[in-house]
């Protein structure tokens, strides 16, 4: 089959690359922008920041990295402290929240039972609710419980199976032939050892392409910790307070800038290791059943 080219499309297609191409050029750059100018600002001093923002640096202070580490502080916690909170919340949160959709997809997508289209319109449902809709009620419900600034039980709430991740989860158990299931049982495995020994295994990329993306989003959510872990503060909270702070503290912003930048270098990194990963796997376990 022949390659058709650019040159060999028609002109209302060769104007409609244009235009697609210039679009996506422009958000590009508009959503590079804030980086750059994030990344500008951190090696300025206060003084020059708030002179001209957007103007280039006279000089690089990269000082201002190393000052994140000691003047970066919220109460009694410094940058390596909400760096910890950062790391726990988010090896926590990831495995219970994937752990938990999958749990609830597995059996949804391999077993009939009675109740089990009930359960999945409950999930599709719950899905299409604003999250701040529920907001009030939950907050009450966590206190009342005690999950408040409790590191020890707040995870029981992050065992959200109701979420996108259990749709993915869902689509790619059910893409998943029953030949292996049917033969480790004839071998005489039980349901558990033919899903974490048979299904999890062949489902391994879904499963990294969804903690990827989970890890991501707990790593820049800042409003949970600021409604259930005020005592807690991780980076996203700490730079959310510190943001307003440093516009009263002398050189406190480029600081604010240089944390900003640390803070972004995981997540930055673990995308773009990962971006044919997720894209592949999450858009296809989406798809199917």
């Not at 597995?106 to 907001?135: D, E, K, M, Q, W």
């Not at 419980?145 to 199976?161: K, T």
């Not at 503290?249 to 900003?260: L, R, W």
């Amino acid at each position: 089959m022949a390659k058709i080219t650019f040159r060999k499309q028609t002109a209302e297609v060769k104007i409609t690359y244009v235009v697609f191409l210039i679009f996506y050029i422009v958000m590009a750059f508009l959503h590079i922008m804030p980086l750059g100018w994030s990344l500008m600002s951190s090696v300025k001093t206060g003084e020059e920041f708030f002179a001209n923002s957007f103007g280039l640096p006279t000089a690089i202070h990269l000082d201002n990295y190393i000052r994140v580490f000691k003047e970066f502080t919220y109460r009694q916690y410094n940058y390596l402290d909400m760096l910890w909170n950062s790391l726990w919340m988010l090896v926590v949160g990831v495995v219970v929240e994937v752990l938990a959709s999958a749990l609830l997809a597995y059996p949804l997508a391999r077993f009939r039972f009675p109740g089990r289209s009930f359960i999945y319109t409950v999930v599709i449902f719950a899905n299409t609710i604003p999250i701040i809709g529920a907001g009030p009620a939950k907050f009450k419900l966590m206190s009342a419980l005690g999950f408040v600034n409790n590191p020890w039980l707040i995870w029981i709430s992050w065992a959200n199976a109701f979420d996108f991740a259990f749709i993915v989860f869902y689509g790619n158990f059910k893409g998943i032939s029953m030949t292996y299931s049917e033969a480790a049982k004839m071998d005489g495995a039980g349901n558990l050892r033919v899903l974490f020994q048979i299904i999890f295994p062949q489902a391994f990329p879904c499963i990294a392409a969804i903690s990827i993306t989970s890890a991501i989003n707990v790593w820049n959510n800042y409003s949970t910790v600021m409604i259930y872990m005020r005592e807690y503060p991780n980076l996203a909270y700490g730079l959310y307070l510190f943001n307003t702070a440093a516009n009263y503290v002398a050189d406190s912003k480029p600081i604010y800038f240089a944390a900003t930048i640390i803070s972004c270098i995981p997540v930055i990194v673990l995308y773009a290791c990962n971006q044919k990963l997720i894209l592949t796997n999450v858009t296809a376990g989406g798809l199917k059943g």
